[in-house]
Nanobody, 120 residues
């Protein structure tokens, strides 16, 4: 299973940015997908998560500013970031909670990350 993020870059404070993520490979079912981030010197934290049924949850620090959504093909997920702040600067990682079609085993797969820098 491969997970690939895209869409990171430099954004001005207060501006929008959208991250995209796609999972591919031997996937029987994706139970949930999410976005986490890790700033320099800090631990990785969950930013947002969406289940196969559409249930979402967000970190308190991004509620009301970030929105996670699934694409038309349920192996894609987006993170719409609005009103970004300097403290949103981090590497953003996508994750997929997958049932592997080859092994019937569940696992969490991670992308390599995409850097978001908020600066004027």
């Amino acid at each position: 299973v491969q997970v690939v993020e895209s869409g990171g870059g430099l954004v001005q404070p207060g501006g929008p940015l959208r991250l995209s993520c796609a999972a591919s490979g031997s996937i029987f079912r994706i139970n949930a997908m999410g976005w986490s981030r890790q700033a320099p010197g800090k631990q990785r934290e969950l930013v947002a998560r969406i289940t196969d049924g559409g249930t979402t949850n967000y970190a308190d620090s991004v509620k009301g500013r970030f929105t996670i959504s699934r694409g038309n093909t349920k192996n894609t997920v987006y993170l719409q970031m609005n009103s970004v702040k300097a403290e949103d600067t981090a590497d953003y990682y996508c994750s997929a909670e997958v049932i592997d079609s080859a092994t019937s085993r569940g696992g969490i797969y991670w992308g390599k990350g995409t850097l978001v820098t908020v600066s004027s």
